[in-house]
């Protein structure tokens, strides 16, 4: 999803054990290398495991002494996804140190991904969810959700997040999701109003998605952040860093 569409996917392998499988199947279906990152032997027992289960995906590793998010950040350099693991945490407990995915996709290069416990594979029988509004902080969040939609042979839900009342922004909003889905025909869309809260809204939705795509900010009270706390699917986060091949267009940008 980054211009560098042959990148590898990079998974955090000190994450939970089911992102980085989830990491693997998605590099399966993509058709990509899988970049295993860690900082401890004892954490490539997985390695054998992956080859067997999907032979096909290209494994390799990468030993890291630095922080975790500087070399995730690196790595997102040369990425198509980051992929790290998530647990909710209390809003105290953030107070006190950012998520993981939060301070890695602020700065990254290229999206990243969060995965909850328990999920293990990407779905393609669901479709990719992606929250669109009013503003242009990440440019062609909706592409990169079309795009992805297509290449993983699956749909899109395009929830938009603006007032009934509002006219204009819906008007605009229309139109760019019929510029994009125009340029992927074979993905399947719907498009669902939220006249309410964002991450409420989203968070209902993705009930019925295989990801759900937001832009981050990574502030306090971000969409992005309320979503990693309650959403049981991948959390896709794009950042302003990303890199993306067309103009902007509205997207949810987080705030």
């Known amino acids: 999803m980054s211009t560098v569409s042959t990148g590898p996917v990079v998974v955090d392998m000190s994450a939970t054990t089911d992102a980085v499988w989830w990491a693997a199947d998605y590099a399966r279906l ?9 900082n401890s032997p004892d954490l490539l027992s997985v390695v054998d495991p992956i080859g067997s289960v999907h032979p096909g995906v290209e494994v390799r590793q990468e030993f890291t002494t630095g922080p975790v998010v500087d070399v995730l950040v690196l790595e997102s350099e040369t990425a198509h996804l980051v992929v790290v693991g ?5 809003a105290f407990a953030e107070l006190v140190k950012a998520p993981t995915a939060l301070a890695v996709s602020a700065r990254a290069s290229c999206p990243v991904v969060a995965v909850p416990a328990g999920v293990r594979s990407f779905s393609a029988d669901h479709p990719v969810v ?9 440019p062609n969040l909706l592409e990169l959700a079309f795009a992805e939609a297509e290449a993983l042979d699956t749909g899109v839900i395009v929830v938009r997040c603006a007032p009934r009342s509002d006219d ?8 760019a999701i019929s510029e994009v889905a125009n340029g992927h025909p074979g993905v399947r869309v719907r498009t669902e109003l939220i006249d309410g809260p964002p991450a409420k809204g989203l968070a209902w939705h993705a009930h019925f998605g295989s990801a759900v795509v937001v832009g981050s900010h990574g502030g306090l009270r971000s969409v ?11 959390v896709l986060l794009v950042g302003s ?7 902007a267009v509205p997207i949810l940008d987080g705030n």
């Open 130 to 138: 992606v929250g669109v509004r009013d503003g242009d902080r990440v």
């Open 241 to 247: 860093h990303v890199l993306v091949p067309r103009p």
């Open 30 to 38: 993509r058709g990509l290398p899988l970049r295993l990152v860690h």
């Open 86 to 90: 998530h647990r909710p945490r209390s």
């Open 224 to 234: 992005g952040r309320t979503l990693l706390r309650h959403s049981t699917i991948p």
């Open 168 to 175: 204009i922004a819906s008007d605009v909003i229309r139109d």
